[in-house]
């Protein structure tokens, strides 16, 4: 079964930063476009930023746009979202997610999940 393993995450105060990474040894990581999304309690999922398989072209949810950052390292096998100026809004559980499209229809693979919490 393939793995995306996340790591980052944790608890901020507001206006600071934080860097998910998301790593596989499994997959052809350079065959997939890679995503961020999250969920907050009681919310339903949202997606956060996207980048495809060579990183030249990226896409933002309006909320996080000019924060947030995604970049990968195809040589690493790995992607990261960069979160500056967090808000106490971006608190949620953190996925990363693969797919073979572009824009991804099917996201194929996920990652565990990471808390991100952001205190006022």
């Known amino acids: 079964q393939v793995q995306l393993v996340q790591s980052g995450g944790g608890l901020v105060q507001a206006g600071g930063s934080l860097r998910l990474s998301c790593v596989t040894s499994q997959l052809a990581f350079s065959s997939y476009a890679m995503g961020w999304f999250r969920q907050a309690p009681g919310k339903e999922r949202e997606t956060v930023a996207a980048i495809k398989w060579s990183g030249v072209a990226t896409d933002y949810a309006e909320p996080v746009k000019g924060r947030f950052t995604v970049s990968r390292d195809n040589a690493k096998n790995s992607v990261y979202l960069q979160m500056d100026s967090l808000k106490p809004e971006d608190t949620a559980v953190y996925y990363c997610?693969?797919?073979?499209?572009?824009?991804?229809?099917?996201?194929?693979?996920w990652g565990q999940g990471t808390q991100v919490t952001v205190s006022s």
């Open positions: 997610a693969g797919g073979t499209t572009w824009p991804v229809v099917n996201w194929d693979v």
